[in-house]
């Protein structure tokens, strides 16, 4: 097990900056993911670690030791990628074992690293067949056991469930949280995918373009925001965004919207005159369907989404705008009725012109820009 520590990270393609300064300490045992849309850096950002692609500038440091000039096979670590690269011609005992192999490793130390990860992995009736005889999840299984069998200091992996079905990768999640429980290895795991993110990590690093837009567990992104970027990724469905007004009261402001949005906010901080045009934030299951003629907000339902446990109404407001409302259960709504729509205002937020969240509470931690000099996101601030 091992710490990581990654300090004012730089990654150029000749002219072009792709990684820009990045700042990041991960925690001996945790489990950190990486996530973000594609071209946001953060499978180079995970080469990098891994000592597969060079930095451009900065320093990463293992345990307290410089590795910036370490070959990657001398790092303690061990990679599990998305196309599994496994050796279709070797059974899987040979793929688990090669690597010992070639590393010289005894040969009894081998049969039982290697029975070992079987066991994990409950792979022992497998170790005989080759690759082409496995499912998707089996393969995903052996490319796993091969990097456990190295008893490496830390764990990266680049998207491993995105070859996968729906129901494989549910199930591969449920296995790779139990293998980091069992093992206690520092993980780091990059997705796109944030429902991913939000049910195995310890921490999560939302990147954008090169960039740390925010760092935290699960529910603190989800529930505190710093910015529009981390409020729309977080979540699915996505958080509803209104266009919307600040205006300045009596020891408060309100935010008003174009449908009828009026809410008081009790923001700690006085409003500043560059953002008087704001973005309201309310996620879907902060919303409820009332009677139109006493709701805040009333707008036609365009499309209905009945999933047993719980229905999606996709609703249409007088300003064009459309919101997604949660209903816990069956509820008898169809497409195109006019509904009322009432808003959870302790459970919203208000984002300035920057797009960065108004309000400010103590605590946040903030992406690496801050210890550039640059304007760093504040966590939200309900209303």
């Not at 309201?280 to 209905?304: C, K, N, W, Y």
Request: glycine share 10%; with cysteine; proline share 5%.
């Amino acid at each position: 097990m091992a710490s990581l520590e990654l300090r004012n990270v730089v990654k150029r393609f000749g002219a072009v900056e792709i990684i820009h300064g990045v700042d990041l300490t991960i925690e001996d045992g945790e489990f950190v993911v990486f996530v973000g849309p594609s071209g946001c850096g953060k499978s180079t950002l995970l080469r990098m670690i891994a000592g597969l692609e060079g930095i451009s500038a900065g320093e990463i440091y293992i345990d307290g030791e410089l590795v910036n000039d370490v070959a990657a096979a001398k790092r303690g670590l061990a990679m599990v990628f998305q196309s599994y690269a496994l050796y279709p011609h070797m059974s899987v005992r040979k793929n688990l074992s090669f690597g010992l192999e070639t590393m010289g490793a005894p040969k009894a130390e081998i049969r039982n690293r290697v029975a070992e990860a079987a066991e994990i992995l409950q792979i022992n009736e497998l170790l005989e067949r080759r690759p082409g005889q496995l499912s998707g999840g089996q393969r995903q299984r052996v490319a796993i056991g091969r990097a456990i069998v190295r008893e490496p200091r830390i764990f990266l992996f680049d998207e491993p469930l995105s070859n996968l079905d729906a129901e494989l990768r549910v199930q591969m999640r449920v296995e790779i949280n139990k293998l980091h429980r069992r093992l206690g290895t520092t993980m780091i795991f990059v997705t796109h995918d944030q429902v991913e993110a939000m049910t195995l990590a310890d921490r999560i690093v939302v990147l954008r373009a090169g960039v740390i837009e925010q760092v935290g567990t699960p529910l603190d992104l989800y529930n505190h925001p710093a910015n529009l970027f981390v409020a729309g990724f977080i979540g699915s469905p996505r958080m509803n965004f209104l266009a919307a007004e600040m205006v300045a009261g009596e020891g408060e402001a309100r935010i008003r919207g174009r449908s009828g949005l009026d809410l008081a906010f009790p923001a700690a901080d006085p409003r500043r005159p560059d953002q008087e045009k704001v973005t309201f934030g309310v996620r879907p299951e902060h919303l409820r369907i009332a009677d139109p003629t006493s709701a805040m907000l009333t707008g036609e339902v365009q499309i209905a989404e009945h999933l047993g446990g719980e229905t999606f109404l996709y609703v249409s407001l007088p300003s064009g705008e459309t919101i997604v409302v949660e209903i816990k259960g069956q509820a008898a709504v169809r497409s195109g009725e006019r509904v009322g729509i009432d808003v959870d205002a302790s459970a919203c937020h208000v984002f300035g012109g920057d797009g960065l969240v108004i309000g400010r509470d103590a605590g946040s931690e903030l992406p690496s820009s801050a210890a550039r000099g640059e304007q760093a996101p504040a966590q939200a601030a309900p209303l």
